[in-house]
């Protein structure tokens, strides 16, 4: 079946490094991709997302690239901040009526 | 905005307990879902609900049942509790004619079964 992978984490850095955080993903047909974030103590949010190949999702500076020809979504940043702190899911959508499939998440901690 | 909401943010249980957990969203949302999480296993999706009074099971469902009595709610209930269920719970919502699938998510609720 579809199924995300992620890199392990937790992934600290200083402010100001640059970020990636890796996704591959395995699925049948063309999915849609998906990157949300969790603050602490909240629950999930859209962070960005891409429908189609080489399609770019963007927001607040993160940027991701959907790659059909490595099956891959990686999530960058140019320079983070202690406000990235947060748990990073990568998932798909399955096509199969609006379900979706995470990723088992990405731990980031931003050090001042 | 949209809000979801969960009925609790921490809950602790007895084993053999029923549990209810309650979610409710107020955008006329069709499609609701619950998902457990676990560290190092990302968001596992227990059932989901397109409609009122419909359910599908998800990956997970064993030893859970869902119900939509109302577009707006969607309950998850723990029959008989056990310390396996021990997780933090998600629930989200999402429109069917959204064709980019984004679910908006509850804060969730930490449940500790004793």
Redesign the interface.
């Known amino acids: 079946g579809d199924s995300v992978t992620q890199m392990e984490g937790p992934v600290t850095l200083s402010e100001e490094a640059f970020l990636t955080i890796n996704c591959t993903y395995t699925a049948t047909g063309y999915p849609s991709l998906f990157w949300y974030v969790q603050y602490p103590g909240e629950g999930l949010q859209l962070l960005l997302k891409a429908t189609k190949a080489d399609d770019k999702g963007s927001n607040k500076g993160f940027e991701a690239t959907y790659r059909k020809e490595t099956t891959s979504f990686h999530l960058e940043k140019g320079s983070v901040q202690v406000s990235d702190s947060a748990v990073y899911f990568c998932a798909l959508d399955d096509n199969q009526g609006g379900k979706l499939i995470f990723g088992q998440g990405t731990e980031l901690s931003v050090k001042p | 905005d949209v809000k ?1 909401t969960q009925s609790s943010r921490y809950l602790v249980k007895r084993t053999g307990e029923k549990v209810f957990l309650e979610c409710v969203q107020d955008m006329d949302h069709e ?1 609701m ?1 619950w ?1 457990r ?1 676990d560290p ?6 227990i059932y ?1 609900s ?1 409609d009122v009074k419909m359910k599908e099971k ?1 990956d997970i469902p064993e030893g859970y049942s869902v119900s939509r009595e109302k577009k707006e709610r969607f309950s998850l209930i723990l029959e008989s509790a056990s310390t396996n269920q021990t997780s933090m719970y ?1 629930c ?1 919502s ?1 429109l ?1 004619a959204d ?10 609720t930490r449940l500790t079964v004793l």
Not at chain 2, 40 to 45: A, E, I, N, V
């Open positions: 979801v499609n879902f998902y999480q190092g296993l990302g968001l596992r999706l989901f397109y998800g998600l989200a999402s069917i064709s980019y699938n984004e679910q908006f998510f509850g804060p969730g």
